[in-house]
């Protein structure tokens, strides 16, 4: 087998990885020179990078909430792999059709058993992501995630530089999360999760052809790219977000969002995370792509193909 398409990867990772590090030590560098000016000093204290949030606004992490962050992050494993796997456009191992009805004069959809466990555990996240909003919007706890004030703008932006600085905001986040946080969960609630959907539904086969166009917002050149854009936004965000989780104050951080308790001593965060990460690593070995197959042969005609030699 060629390794050909490989060492273009390795060499570019070779080059990417240190200049990746020189570039995050010259901005830590460049954000430390400008706190030291005395008008960026005064900006930063007139904007710490939170600000109160609004009356009655809900505190603390609900059970529901831990429950749903850890099917978010479970479904989004799974949608990233099958992500990938559709991106390398490799030989799929079965493919799919949909079994035809007496009497049903449409078309069989087939697709790879990639696509089809895509489309599978998107209606996962979805269902989720449905509960998620739904008791968001109910329970109060939107407040805690939308911004409702124009001061997130300069809060968020003293945030950034208290960031790349390595000298990060001081909130509660039982209390409230600080600008930057709730831009950036925000932004992916409101605006990359429906992004995802939609130019997902577009670029699936179960899109009619009728609505298809050759060029904009419903072409396929269009939704391909978005929808690329918006999972490197989730594969980026997860790498940052977890980061950070871990890097400032994990045990407190693990037991606010895995226990729901305000306690920076407890170890019982630790422990609900790690074991939901044992949950989906089992996952991840049981349902490779024989499991998916064997799966789908419940829901429709699979036709596994030859192994390549």
Request: hydrophobic content about 50%; aromatic content about 12%.
């Amino acid at each position: 087998m060629s390794t050909a398409p490989a060492r273009p990867r390795r060499r570019t990772l070779i080059w990417l990885i240190p200049a990746a590090l020189i570039t995050g030590i010259a901005m830590v560098a460049f954000a430390r020179w400008l706190r030291l000016d005395p008008s960026v000093a005064q900006f930063i204290a007139s904007y710490p990078g939170t600000y109160a949030p609004p009356p009655g606004t809900p505190e603390g992490y609900p059970g529901w909430l831990s429950w749903t962050h850890f099917l978010n992050g479970f479904f989004l494993l799974f949608i990233v792999s099958s992500g990938l796997h559709i991106r390398s456009k490799t030989r799929p191992i079965a493919f799919w059709t949909r079994r035809v009805r007496e009497g049903d004069m449409r078309r069989p959809t087939r697709m790879s058993i990639h696509t089809w466990w895509h489309l599978v555990v998107v209606v996962g996240w979805l269902a989720v992501g449905l509960v998620y909003v739904v008791l968001l919007a109910i329970s109060g706890h939107w407040m805690r995630l939308i911004p409702t004030d124009w001061a997130v703008v300069p809060n968020a932006l003293s945030g950034a530089l208290q960031y790349a600085s390595l000298d990060l905001p001081r909130n509660d986040s039982w209390v409230s999360y600080n600008a930057l946080q709730q831009l950036a969960y925000a932004s992916t609630v409101v605006v990359a999760a429906p992004l995802a959907l939609a130019t997902g539904l577009r670029l699936s086969p179960l899109w009619p052809e009728k609505w298809m166009r050759a060029h904009g917002p419903l072409s396929d050149t269009w939704a391909r790219q978005t929808h690329r854009f918006v999972l490197w936004f989730y594969i980026a965000f997860t790498i940052v977000h977890t980061g950070l989780v871990l890097g400032t104050g994990a045990r407190l951080n693990l037991n606010k969002m895995y226990a729901g308790i305000n306690d920076g001593e407890s170890p019982l965060g630790w422990i609900l995370f790690a074991g939901s990460l044992a949950v989906m690593a089992a996952a991840w070995v049981l349902l490779r792509p024989p499991a998916q197959v064997a799966i789908a042969e419940r829901t429709g005609d699979v036709r596994r193909m030859p192994a390549v030699r």
